[in-house]
């Protein structure tokens, strides 16, 4: 059991920042009203008690949860040994906020006692200045661990893995190993299972810590472990052994090389911060904002991390517009067309992106793939169809009542149709080309598809408007 | 180690899917050439040896990926005795699809080997003709839990735990836990500690397993058990255990009443399973489908699991329209504001959405409350105003070189501002109105920000061209 199960007593968070952003209140009224040393002792006498008793995940929320000069404030009375592991928890923007505010010293003695894959996950948020001491201080197996950590995108098994694992041979007795066992303090946090090696500490099997339990001491470990084991590579996709522990319910499992020398381990803590931080981007990337976002962080900064997406809309709606420019002519002639027009280029955008949604979902799960377009199509442009006649010819009646004209609301079912025929080609073209091309599906589907269908949809209606009603 | 593990050998599941489709169509090829009995024979051997090999999750993820007539087929030839896990592990509607392929002597024969847990998940989708026979095939303590875990909310622990849990008694000594333990066959999978209870089976405390192993046997357990814990209660929120497993490394952790008596444990696979649904409930929703859609569902049941969202869609897009409809006549005067319309509110559309996802994650992770919207309305503002003044400044530009009226283009920069101003204000005012009125602050914020820029964009653009253009 880790240190922070016996600390503290329950997942129940709430209120936990407002209450120290509180004292911190209290204690600044009280020296703006120069009140008694003593009441101003004893705010921060609870301050600090609020504190100390917290583990280090929730101080990090705490940290994150508070606007800058408070949130320096909390910082410099914790703890210095667990600055480390604060910095390890709290996110990238709140990072820079907490280190920007240490000093090369300090900043040493907080990372010094982390383990070598936590090491590689700071390295590249600390000034360049420390690093040579910080790695001068490493031992070589543990510099040769940060190294190869660092090697591996974020989303690889090698960034995710840790080292503490315990091997053993598989040609001794589980007496032996039980003894060997006694020798620890504490095994390494997540320990469910050991790993069998040889003596090129090449990977041949795994012994479940529960079979040392229910199995007689004087079996040997080749005799009861499980030789077929699920391996990992440092390369694998964490997203694809995401999946595998999903499936098989797994708590730890060893990564090996190509010749499966064992080279560390991946948990399952580490799977859950991946997949939630893997939902958490895809929020942010959909709302258009580059990365995870310090709530507290200054204008600027904002404007920053979100002008990328901004331009790129700008581009499309300008495109757009140009569009409608083509048809100014027909629309000086009936005005109505323009007050239709977002009709049907906003029903085409939600229907393209419902389509790119189920598709680009569809194939993160592997459950669909190319060779099915067709299939797809089929189902999709039905869909369209259907959704074109119902509710295109539902407000195309709308549109003959208010403007009164039979051929405005046909043009208009019309143009409904096309749009949301074209919204589905696409919906389900867009996401296929981009896996020919090697590309994420994901990234940037629902603005192409709304540039296609707003661009589109101005097109189609403007253009049947101009053909059949002047 | 739980079978699974024993069974497959690594997380490459690429491909399966289409394997065996490729030996389902060769199969139907053959019988349709009706080439020979030996070479029927002989795919129907691979194409079983194939399926014998995977884990029901595999397995499960195989029928997803088939359109219907290729499931069924599958289905027909999978071991009966993996029906059950298998009915578990797939969505909803694939569910659906191979429940109304068995008969209730098979339905029954899958489900009566599962656990009082994964039936209480089941239940909801079995025909009701077979409830009787099937509860009353359970013992009294197995209805029991089977009823105690359907009343809870899909949300809750309650409907998350099971009951594989292993309790021992605080007065004995670790030699007697050993003892005990040899005498199973197997832990419950997961199985990281042992959950201690005394006579009245309140808990009070635990004893992870590798304690058991790095302290000496005569130790009593109440002597090194850890006696605060984090505990759960059924009816916690799931999304905040979420937070708890995966701030504190948790693997497995009890769920007790208001009394402490132990009830079931919450396992680290049940809370992957959960944040991986609760995320692609969220990217669904945000699509606008209503649940998990069968990507080769019929045309008929897409309609259906999509028409909610595009009927609210209509609806807003028409207000959009009628918003218009009041300036038809400015339009008729100057032409080029029909043109411009669709880029201010489309730019306050997407500059709404960034922030009310940044609002509604940083509410969700509990790092801003509703009483901080001042200072949170005044960095939006402040960003509104910049990103205004700027890009509003060149989309500006760009109109009065395209159409040579200055005051047109201070029109469309002012227009601009205003829109960015009530994005910002709205985008972080909805969410808390949201939590103020008790409502989850996520669902439909998307298309209710959308809702107001567009309308607000196009009121505030052609409003201002008509007091000051015409």
Known sequence: MSEAETRSSGPRLHG????????????????????????????????????????????ADVLEALPLEDRLAVWQRVKSDQDGEILLEVSDSVRESLIADMDDREILAAVEPLDADELADLVDDLPTEVLPELM??????????????????????????????????????????????????????????????????VLTGVLPLHWLLV???????????????????????????????ERYDLVTAPVVDANMHLIGRIAVDAMLDFIREESETEALSRGGLREEEDIFASVWKSVRNRWAWLAINLVTAFIASRVIGLFEHSIEKLVALATLMPIVAGIGGNSGNQTITMIVRAMALEQVGVSQVRRLWRKELGVALFNGVVWGGAIGVVAYLLYGSASLGIVMTAAMTLNLLLAAFMGVGIPMLMVKLGRDPALGSSVLITAVTDSGGFFIFLGLATLFLL
């Open 16 to 59: 936990r920042p407002e209450a120290i952003v509180a004292l911190l209140r209290r204690r600044t009224g009280l020296l703006e009203s120069s009140a008694g040393d003593d009441a101003l002792a004893e705010v921060d006498a609870e301050l600090q008690a609020r504190l100390d008793e917290l583990h280090p995940a929730d101080l």
């Open 136 to 201: 001068a201080s490493l031992d070589a197996q543990e510099r040769e661990r940060v190294q190869a950590a660092m090697s591996y995108e974020d989303d690889q098994v090698g960034a995710l893995m840790d080292f503490d694992m315990v091997t053993i041979r598989e040609d001794i007795s589980l007496e032996v190993v039980l003894r060997y066992l006694r020798r620890f303090d504490e095994l390494p946090a997540q320990t469910d299972k050991l790993f069998v090696v040889n003596n090129e500490s």
């Open 215 to 245: 199995n007689s001491p004087d079996k040997m470990v080749h005799e009861i472990m499980a030789p077929d084991v699920n391996t990992f590579r440092p390369e694998d996709d964490a997203y694809d052994v995401a999946q595998a522990f």
